[in-house]
């Protein structure tokens, strides 16, 4: 399950997504840490390491056999809105809704997380 919001008032600015597909929600919960791999003189390597930050992370959105209504709805976030909140079973985000498409029912929406709004 995955509620989309926008941050400020809009009558129809919220909605919840309650038929997400299980295994793209857990791919949400992946992340990476900032590293650089360096190839020292000596033959040897050198690891930067700039730390973990949720902002490198993206969010997919993956409604199984989406009603016209959610299509809509997320078209409108796309065409209206460059920052939105997202919550998801493991947070709350700032994100920026990226790209959408819908594909044999399956309607699939990526969004950049900006930060993380919740502990």
Known sequence: MIGIGTQTYDP???RIFTNTDRIEDLKNRQGERRLSRVATLEGGVTI???G???????????ELEASVEAVDFVKYIIENYTLIVVTT???AY???PSA???DKGKLSLTML???KLSD
């Open 94 to 96: 700032k994100v920026a």
């Open 12 to 14: 129809v600015g919220a």
């Open 100 to 102: 959408y498409w819908v």
């Open 113 to 115: 997380i900006s930060e």
């Open 52 to 62: 973990f930050t949720d902002g490198d992370r993206t969010v997919k959105l993956c």
């Open 89 to 91: 079973d493991d947070g």
């Open 48 to 50: 930067i390491d700039f």
